[in-house]
């Protein structure tokens, strides 16, 4: 969407929700986030002023997920349970003809590098590995009977593990949109195959916590954001995945590059997490690399079929070597 | 023949002006596409000075793995012929060959020459740091 359109959606919905017609300024689309469009706005009305980001798809008649559709009902169960996250505000309605949320702004940034390596961010870097285990140990403890609400995310089938859902998902997704061969992700599907867990805990799973997907400033996470992967499985499959190896955006440690794994395990169950299984956290590890791989197959595709023609969407396709290679030392690691 | 600049010079001229002028006069959205399109000109000229090394260099480790066959004489068939043997080196893995023994540590010494040669194009930073050598 075009600013304008933005602005005059704005004004006329946060108007019937408020009273005041408000004046909008310092709106500005940001960058990232690749599935949907995300715009920073002030909002003034009535006295009140509002730092609001407007969240919204990228294109209306587009398939949305569930946890798409479920952002705002996914933030305002994570805030209940304790997690650090952005408030929402307001769920969308027809006002656009995408679907849309807004929150509240939070100060900070997201950029994963820039945490790593920003020598004003040495105090944030201690504190942020012990924050981001307690925050994921309380989103894993959201109920479904708590949030009957949230039972329209993904979960795995009756008698079906999450390992396997998981699996038949991005294999379905690779196996669709890859215009390539990858015999490395051939290796990796046959060893995930073989080394499948079950575990019998069914809990709500981020699906996409990293370092990326979250706020920071110099006093630590601000907010943890990007909740459109979210679905039911093993909670261990949110803790390998912050350990990827795209994710360390270069840090020398495994948990978001700052981190060893067992000081974030010990925090993660300090925090009232259940007991981490270190086996299943590799498995879901080696998983990560290759659901990162086919996501930047399918991010790539949506170049090629004309959905998203951005220099971004194109490049990411050259990302694909990397989780290979990783996929490779960790298959290695693992042996037969 | 094309007179000078060469493709290198030109594209290190494109590069130059995304750098110099985009990024460095840019915020925000249009300020990060000029960097990813910085990166992709630098990958291209990456890409432009090692791929008959590299497509050949492939081609001989799929030898190994899958036997002898002849190269085809123009660069701009080999790509295809690659895909193919890599899609046959696909299935042989998906049927179980590579899941132990021998063929498994040909598939996995061929396939990290390959995707470092890859990696030497898209990310010779992440290449540098190498891991197991092989």
Same mark, same amino acid.
Not at chain 1, 153 to 163: H, I, K
Not at chain 2, 42 to 70: C, F, K, N, Y
């Given at each position: 969407?075009? %600013?304008?359109? *933005? ?15 408000? @004046?909008?300024?310092?709106?500005? #689309? ?6 949907r469009e995300t715009w920073t706005f002030d909002a003034d009305y009535g006295g009140t002023h509002l730092e609001g980001i407007f969240r919204c798809d990228p294109v209306a008649g587009v398939e949305t997920s569930a946890a798409r559709t479920l952002e705002?009902?996914? +933030? ?21 003809? *995408?679907?849309?949320?807004?929150? #509240?702004?939070?100060?900070?940034? %997201? ?8 020598? /004003? ?31 329209? +995310?993904? &979960? ?7 390992? /396997?859902?998981? +699996? ?6 690779? #196996? ?30 981020h699906g996409d916590y990293r370092l990326g997907n979250f706020m920071y400033d110099e006093t630590g996470v601000r907010g943890i954001i990007d909740w459109e992967l979210a679905h039911w499985g093993d909670p261990m499959e949110d803790i390998g995945w ?33 007991? @981490?299984?270190? &086996? #299943? ?12 791989? @086919? ?35 960790? +298959? ?5 | 023949?094309? !007179? ?16 110099? !002028? ?22 291209? $000229? ?16 799929? !030898? ?20 193919? $043997? ?5 299935? $042989?893995? $998906? ?9 498994r540590k040909v598939v996995m010494n061929h396939l990290w020459w390959t995707v470092r040669d890859k990696l030497l194009v898209s990310n010779p930073a992440l290449a540098a740091e190498g891991h197991v050598t092989h």
């Amino acid at each position: 969407m075009d %600013a304008a359109t *933005v602005e005059a959606g704005l004004k006329k919905f946060i108007g019937e929700r408020t009273g005041h017609e408000p @004046v909008i300024t310092n709106l500005a #689309r940001l960058s990232g986030g690749a599935g949907r469009e995300t715009w920073t706005f002030d909002a003034d009305y009535g006295g009140t002023h509002l730092e609001g980001i407007f969240r919204c798809d990228p294109v209306a008649g587009v398939e949305t997920s569930a946890a798409r559709t479920l952002e705002y009902q996914l +933030l305002k169960a994570a805030m209940g349970a304790g997690a650090i996250v952005p408030e929402p505000l307001w769920d969308g309605d027809d006002t656009f003809p *995408v679907k849309f949320f807004i929150m #509240r702004r939070v100060p900070g940034e %997201a950029l994963g590098g820039r945490l790593i390596r920003g020598e /004003q961010y040495a105090r944030a870097r201690e504190v942020i590995p012990g924050q981001l285990a307690s925050s994921l140990a309380r989103i894993h403890s959201i109920s479904a009977a708590e949030h009957p609400e949230l039972l329209q +995310l993904t &979960a795995p089938a009756e008698g079906v593990s999450p390992a /396997q859902t998981e +699996l038949d998902n991005y294999e379905g997704v690779f #196996r669709t949109l890859s215009p390539d061969p990858h015999p490395v992700f051939e290796l990796a599907f046959r060893w995930l195959r073989a080394h499948m867990p079950n575990p019998p805990e069914r809990v709500l799973v981020h699906g996409d916590y990293r370092l990326g997907n979250f706020m920071y400033d110099e006093t630590g996470v601000r907010g943890i954001i990007d909740w459109e992967l979210a679905h039911w499985g093993d909670p261990m499959e949110d803790i390998g995945w912050l350990a990827v190896k795209s994710w360390r955006f270069g840090g020398q440690k495994p948990m978001a590059g700052i981190q060893d794994y067992e000081a974030f395990f010990r925090d993660y169950e300090a925090a009232g997490g259940s007991p @981490v299984d270190p &086996a #299943r956290v590799h498995f879901w590890e080696l998983f990560g690399n290759l659901k990162w791989g @086919v996501i930047t197959i399918s991010q790539a595709f949506n170049y090629f079929s004309g959905r998203n023609r951005t220099v971004e969407m194109a490049s990411i396709g050259r990302r694909t070597a990397e989780t290979e290679w990783e996929l490779l030392k960790l +298959l290695e690691e693992a042996g037969d | 023949m094309q !007179d000078r600049p060469t493709i290198d010079e030109l594209l290190e001229a494109v590069a130059g002006y995304l750098r110099d !002028d985009v990024m460095a006069n840019t915020q925000g959205r249009t300020n990060f596409h000029g960097r990813v399109a910085m990166n992709a000109i630098e990958m291209i $000229r990456r890409e432009i000075a090692t791929q008959e090394e590299h497509l050949g260099r492939e081609w001989d480790s799929l !030898d190994h793995v899958l036997g002898i066959q002849p190269m085809p004489p123009h660069l701009s068939e080999v790509r295809e012929a690659l895909t193919a $043997r890599n899609r046959e080196l696909s299935e $042989r893995i $998906r049927a179980g060959d590579a899941d132990s023994g021998d063929f498994r540590k040909v598939v996995m010494n061929h396939l990290w020459w390959t995707v470092r040669d890859k990696l030497l194009v898209s990310n010779p930073a992440l290449a540098a740091e190498g891991h197991v050598t092989h």
